[in-house]
């Protein structure tokens, strides 16, 4: 993006002292039973309740899961499921696991996903201006945002321009 000239030089060389690659909670399923434990621990603590155990089922079904919300979206849901629990066992509504999870059984019917719909909408603007990103008539005075953002959410959707043949 430097070399793009979509970042500034000087915030990325203040920011990339000592970069650090955090993979996703999906590829690291071992650290899920230490996070649950955890965030139980720490929700139950400053709810002064008392939960001092996490059923197999229950655990199976959080390590399984797929978290595309990542840690945050762990931690919201063993905070609830802290709210909602009844005595001294973590109790996690398998019903709000399975409502997050994405169907991806090649349904056509299926709900697109916010990335696809703005992946969709921005190509039929960029088709729309002849692919011309600035401008008053360009995509992205089109989309209401600058031409830089225009082109980090290409960049981060895979968004290219197509080759003349």
């Known amino acids: 993006m430097v070399e793009e000239q979509t970042f500034r030089s000087d915030l990325f060389y203040r ?30 603590r400053d709810m002064t309740k008392e939960i001092d155990s996490v059923s197999a089922e229950t655990m199976n079904a959080l390590v399984n899961y797929p978290w595309p919300g990542n840690v945050r979206e762990l931690q919201n849901v063993i905070e609830r499921a802290v709210i909602l629990s009844r005595g001294p066992a973590l ?41 011309v990103f600035a401008g008053p008539n360009g995509a992205a005075a089109r989309l209401g945002i600058k031409r830089p953002t225009l082109q980090f959410r290409m960049q981060k959707l895979g968004i290219s321009r197509p080759q003349k043949s």
């Open 91 to 131: 109790k996690v509504s398998m019903a709000d696991l399975k409502a997050r999870t994405p169907d991806t059984s090649g349904d056509v019917n299926r709900a697109a996903t916010l990335e696809e719909m703005e992946k969709r909408h921005i190509l039929s603007v960029l088709e729309q201006t002849n692919w």
């Open 15 to 44: 920011l990339n002292v000592f970069p650090i690659y955090v993979p996703p909670l999906r590829e690291r399923k071992e650290d899920i039973p230490f996070l649950v434990r955890h965030f139980a621990q720490h929700f139950a």
